[in-house]
């Protein structure tokens, strides 16, 4: 029989509990309410997503009567993924200090400027190369659908392995009055066998977990002893982030360790902010009630539909019609009765249906432009402009404007901080300037990357032409012109733009043409066709040899 000290390790509600786990259970109090919204919201969408709490393994969750909810997760889902992580196109840019910029225009070169934008857009192509050689686009698209059903999400850019996300249910999360983190506690299961030789026997020895009887005829309980969970604490201090692990009270070896303010690779993201609130609110919990009276409109039309396709002969008792005769009757048969002796059940519910079905197609159309689904928006009419179309996209794209700001703030900038830092110390990117320097998300649809600049950019040189003429021209530098239109569009100009050199070779060449098509005018085509033939005499005659010298 197993000792008391084993008994005690192998129940979970008698073993002790070190501080990161104390102190998670204690928060889980105050995440209990949002994580029961974010399961409810589920239930009307996507219910695989956030799973009931207890629900056992490979246990079938109940089907929708409508997919209105599951489309417009998805949609709106791919639409935030294509602002966040845009494809081939770097959803940041890196900034340069006005002040600096301008002295070193002013005192050392003209087009410093124009040198930084292209060195610090290969920096962003770099990064972007790495975001997609991790894979961390599918995370993030995930993430995402967490964020619109459950409006919480903790994600942890790991150097090695790229970017993880964790649901609500495995983490905790601890925020001061104004909204800023101060502790995240994440919660991972693992099995023991798993972990590092060391870092088992620490657990085996502190809990008295036996390590034999691999059949488990002596301890019934050890697969439920071998896995375990392993608690990730990171705590804000005045100077940096505290970070450490453990298991059965047990601190992890090597574990421990500190991160800076601006460099914590732990992101905690909210769709929806309120003040004082440690969780944010999610983008369905807004539709719940469209969904949930969609769902429950959807049900009922179903059901009474399926009354209404149910067949049933009615035959009159008293009639000369028999049921019996009319049942066995084949087709073309002629028996014995009257049209008045037979009838079909009808439920006559047609006008109640068609109410039904007036007010699904009411809120689905509702439901699709909360959920940016194109169609939605648009009125169901013959003819539809490709203007009324763009318009109806852009204000629904708008719509979401302060979602794009917070997702920014709480997870494109520490993430895209992250990254580069750990690019800096793996020495893949150059360390750049503190202070100098610094990344600067643009959200937003119409502003994807450097797409703001690009369209100032093109705004000033169209307006400039429009309004000067061919003497606006004549005061660009075109060479510059092409270099911030390129790094502003995040394209590399390498073999693509000609450089200096280049240039300056071919105004050497298409100036001696000119001297040549010149001297052509002037002396006619006879006296320099002369002139061709004594050129060509000479050369021949110099690259005749010479006789060697007589001895």
């Keep these: 029989m197993a000792s008391a000290s084993q008994d005690n390790a192998l129940d979970p509600k008698r073993r002790t509990r070190g501080p990161a786990e104390t102190r998670y259970n204690r928060l889980k109090q105050a995440r209990q309410p949002f994580l029961d919204r974010a399961e409810e919201c589920a239930s009307l969408t996507i219910p695989t997503l956030i799973p009931p709490d207890g629900l056992a393994e490979g246990e079938n969750l109940p089907s929708l009567y409508q997919s209105v909810g599951a489309n417009g997760v998805t ?6 993924l294509m602002t966040m992580l845009p494809p081939n196109e ?6 340069v200090n006005n002040l600096v910029m301008e002295k070193e225009e002013e005192e050392a070169d003209k087009e410093f400027r124009t040198k930084v934008e292209k060195a610090l857009s290969r920096i962003e192509q770099a990064v972007l190369s790495d975001i997609e050689d991790m894979g961390d686009r599918s995370v993030v698209s995930e993430g995402n659908m967490h964020l619109i059903v459950g409006g919480n999400v903790l994600y942890h850019d790991d150097p090695k392995t790229g970017l993880r996300l964790f649901p609500l249910s495995r983490y905790v999360v601890d ?5 800023r983190v101060m502790e995240i506690i994440a919660e991972e299961e693992a099995d023991l066998d798993t972990l590092p030789e060391e870092t088992a026997q620490l657990i085996r020895e502190a809990c008295d977990i036996p390590d034999g009887d691999p059949t488990g005829t002596a301890y019934p309980y050890r697969d439920d002893a071998k896995r375990i969970s392993i608690y990730t604490q990171i705590r804000r201090t005045p100077r940096n982030w505290k970070i450490r692990q453990e298991a059965r009270g047990v601190t992890l070896p090597g574990s421990e360790g500190a991160y800076r303010l601006d460099a914590c690779p732990w992101f905690p993201v909210r769709m929806y902010s309120v003040a004082g609130e440690p969780y944010g609110r999610s983008f369905v919990e807004l539709q719940k009630g469209d969904l949930a009276s969609l769902e429950s409109l959807c049900q009922s039309l179903v059901e009474g539909s399926a009354a209404c396709a149910k067949i049933v002969g009615l ?4 009639g000369v019609a028999s049921a019996r005769a009319l049942t066995e009757a084949a087709n073309g048969d002629f028996i014995e009765g009257s049209m008045d002796d037979v009838g079909f059940l009808q439920v006559q519910k047609a006008t109640d249906f068609q109410v039904v079905a007036t007010e699904i197609d009411r809120l689905e159309r509702r439901l699709k432009t909360a959920f940016l ?3 939605g928006g648009i009125r169901n009419k013959e003819r539809v402009t490709a203007e009324e179309v763009r318009l109806i996209a852009q204000e629904l794209e708008t719509g979401l404007g302060g979602v794009y700001t917070l997702i920014s ?10 990254r580069m830092a750990a690019m800096t110390k793996q020495k893949r990117i150059p360390l750049l300037p503190k202070g100098v320097v610094r990344p600067s998300i643009v959200t937003g649809y119409e502003a994807l990357g450097r797409g703001n600049d690009k369209q100032k950019l093109m705004e000033f040189l169209q307006m400039g032409a429009q309004t000067f003429g061919e003497s606006f021209l004549s005061l660009l530098n075109p060479q510059n012109a092409v270099a911030r239109l390129a790094a502003a569009m995040g394209i590399s100009t ?6 200096e050199e280049e240039l300056a ?3 050497q060449a298409a100036q001696e043409q000119a001297q040549q098509q010149m001297l052509m005018e002037k002396l006619g085509p006879e006296a320099l066709r002369q002139f061709g033939g004594a050129v060509q005499q000479q050369m021949g005659q110099q690259q005749q040899p010479q006789p060697a010298p007589s001895q």
């Design 373 to 375: 689904m194109l169609d």
């Design 90 to 95: 770097p959803c940041f840019r890196l900034r």
């Design 494 to 499: 390498e073999g693509l733009v000609k450089d």
């Design 175 to 179: 925020r001061d009055p104004m909204g």
């Design 75 to 80: 949609n709106l889902a791919a639409k935030l």
């Design 505 to 507: 070779q071919e105004r």
């Design 409 to 418: 703030q709480e997870f494109q900038l520490p993430y895209i901080t992250s």
């Design 315 to 318: 035959v009159n008792p008293n």
